[in-house]
């Protein structure tokens, strides 16, 4: 029985030769940003076509940056990124270097972002705060179903996108919401009060109506409610009258033609209101 001799076959010495970047198209911005998204800034940029001559692995430009300091959640779905994995052989790229483009951020992706990325050129404001809602509220006084320009103008200090638009939007919603309930309980109250003449219901700085809008809109009473505001609230309180005293309130969709009627009455914002002074 002959031995057999095991036979280690050894790897051959592969030589690495220098990793040469070819610089033959216009790197894509997202495609960095992707890279950042998903590896750090600690990661390996070779993967990445077409990286400029002058980012070199070895250039002393090259930093360590702290990704703590970046707390980025933003939903990037799978046919954003790369299905592959990237080798990681070469050491980290300057990210001072890069060029970060513009991105849109969707609603659900700013929400998701608790802090802005120093490394993309978005410029983010915080958004909506409690003194944004105080100056909502006093808009109302004047307008009761602005318009997206009207918002943009009057809030120049907030950088505006789908969700922020949305949020006035609702504000003003729930505004017109309070508003319209109080008057149908009001109008209600005077008829169960025996009232036979439309003209024998006023809103005065003395009524129960305007305290309890007042109380809504200008919490802390410190804001002159102008006097073409109680003319509105009466008009609507008439106009729930009437149509509650005609039974129109049977149907579904009675509101509507006062709806109707109450968008035709906003008044123009002072000017005072554009700047953040006034809140």
């Known amino acids: 029985m002959s031995s057999i001799t095991p036979t280690v076959k050894r790897p051959y010495p592969i030589h690495q030769t220098p990793f040469q970047y070819n610089y033959s198209a216009p790197l894509h911005d997202t495609h960095i940003l992707e890279h950042l998204l998903k590896y750090g800034p600690h990661s390996n940029f070779a993967a990445l076509s077409c990286m400029p001559p002058s980012m070199d692995r070895t250039s002393p430009e090259s930093v360590d940056l702290p990704w703590d300091a970046i707390s980025m959640r933003s939903k990037v779905t799978s046919s954003h990124l790369g299905h592959h994995s990237r080798p990681s052989s070469l050491g980290a790229v300057a990210v001072d270097n890069l060029c970060l483009p513009h991105v849109k951020i969707e609603c659900s992706e700013l929400q998701n972002m608790t802090e802005r ?163």
């Not at 006084?141 to 922020?164: A, E, G, H, M, W």
């Not at 005077?190 to 006023?202: L, N, Y």
């Not at 809109?217 to 509650?244: G, M, S, W």
């Open 117 to 279: 990325n120093p490394y993309m050129s978005l410029n983010i404001q915080e958004g909506l705060t409690p003194s944004h809602l105080k100056k909502a509220k006093l808009m109302f006084f004047y307008t009761r179903y602005p318009s997206s320009n009207v918002l943009k103008t009057y809030f120049p200090d907030v950088k505006f996108n789908r969700c922020i638009t949305s949020q006035l939007i609702k504000w003003f919603s729930n505004f017109r919401e309070f508003y319209y309930i109080q008057m149908e309980k009001f109008a209600r109250q005077a008829i169960a009060d025996g009232i036979r003449d439309v003209k024998d219901i006023t809103v005065s700085r003395d009524s129960e109506l305007f305290r309890a809008l007042n109380m809504h809109y200008n919490k802390a009473n410190d804001f002159h409610v102008p006097d073409r505001f109680l003319e509105v609230a009466e008009i609507t309180l008439h106009e729930f009258y009437n149509a509650i005293s005609a039974s129109k309130d049977s149907d579904s969709s009675w509101k509507k033609s006062i709806y109707k009627v109450i968008c035709k009455m906003d008044s123009e914002v002072p000017e005072e209101f554009k700047t953040s002074s006034c809140m």
